[in-house]
């Protein structure tokens, strides 16, 4: 990642995902980041004695359960007996070992209302953690990490999502190797890595720095060595996205192909923007348009997301579409060049860049641009799916709800499976 300048207040961004949309973000835009973000706020910590709430009726409840016990002889056997007394179903089981104490790491399905941090309590574990999960929590674990690392070698801008849904609710930023001005920047992470309690630290691929951070759940060594694994893996590969492409066909007839897009397109990228109005660049990146050319190298850098382009059948790129990933959120933004736009290509790329965010597991997206932006406007409404507008002195940030889309496919995919997004 390269250390930018936040176009609205000037400041540096060293955030994996986007050095643009989470600063852009105004008063108004925060308080509806936080009311949206306590829906993904970390699991409580056993207290002693906190009773887990069922959310749903039913007869048993599926919850993810890790205590610590220690490494002797009869230890896990007494905490699965004092589950089997509650008539607790152990599902899966993972260990961790930790020297003198062991992590062990449950699936459950317990019956409604079952204190499961009282259980465990009272049969020896402690620091003991539950969460909610769901079936997507039944796959067992080597077939989960393999999943994430075939997902891994097919597209480098699988590896952010694919630590994180590695090693659950996590912050990854990420520290480059050289700033803006090309200084270098001196790196503190040992070659191998290192694991302090709630942070681990890994050599970027590309230089620099990876942090994993979970304040409320310390990392157990057997998931750093998978997330090295996993960092490894993908520095391994090198850069790669796949290349499937969809033709489209315009109302007035014109034929444009929407791809995928990386570092490779930005003497075209450039050249658009070189085409664009002043008025359509500060739509799209809300300051001075000599920001634009700047980011351009980070924005099509899989590393930090997913780009479509739109392409011409004379190979010129006329918009892109941009998927960011900002933490427990992700952003889209688009820009079409001048000549082109009122034709539908936005609207285009939208759809598709929030079809990819719904197979992804996001639970919205959303989009910061001016309130006078009524072409970003209409392509949101557009979608037809459930829109949440903060707006203060211009600003507008629209969040799209996409639990309405979790089960569609991304438009465009084929038959054979090739499709935009994912080969």
Known sequence: MSEVTNPRHGGPVHRWW???GLAARCTA????????????????????????????AGDSVLWRMRTTVKDEPGALATLCTALAERRVDILSLQTHPLG??????????????????????????????????DAHDLVDAPTRVLGLAARTAQDAAELPLALRQLLGRCTI??????????????????????????????????GGEITVER???????????????????????????????????????????????????????RAMHERCSTETLRMRYHGPVGDADRYLNHLLSPRFGRTLAAQTASGRIV????????????????????????????????????AMAAEDGCAQVYAVTQA??????????????????????????VTVRLDAVADRRVPGEREHGERIGRS
């Open 18 to 20: 986007n050095p643009v």
């Open 29 to 56: 835009a925060f308080h509806a980041w936080w009311a949206r973000r306590h829906g993904h706020a970390p699991p409580a910590h056993d207290t002693g004695g906190a009773r887990p709430s069922a959310a749903v």
């Open 100 to 133: 003198e104490d062991t992590v062990d790491e449950f699936l459950l399905r317990a019956p409604e209302g079952t204190d499961l941090v009282a259980a465990v309590s009272l049969a020896g574990g402690v620091d003991t953690w539950t969460e909610r999960a």
């Open 173 to 206: 930023r990420s520290r480059p190797a050289t700033s803006t001005g090309g200084r270098r920047v001196d790196g503190t992470v040992p070659e191998e890595g290192s694991l302090e309690d709630t942070v681990i630290r890994l050599r970027a691929p590309e």
């Open 215 to 269: 304040p409320y759940l310390p990392f157990t060594p057997t998931e750093f060595a998978r997330a090295r694994a996993l960092v490894e893996l993908d520095a391994r590969l090198g850069p790669r996205i796949p290349r499937g492409r969809d033709v489209l066909t315009l109302p007035e007839g014109s034929d444009i192909s929407v791809r995928r897009a990386d570092t490779g397109d930005l003497a075209a990228a």
């Open 319 to 354: 918009g892109l579409g941009h998927l960011l990933w900002d933490g427990d959120e992700t952003e889209v933004a688009l820009v079409v060049e001048d000549a082109w736009q009122r034709r539908g290509i936005g609207a285009e790329l939208l759809t598709r860049l929030v």
């Open 372 to 397: 006078s932006n009524t072409g970003m406007v209409a392509a949101m409404r557009g979608l037809g799916l459930p829109l949440d507008y903060q707006i203060e002195e211009g600003t507008l940030v």
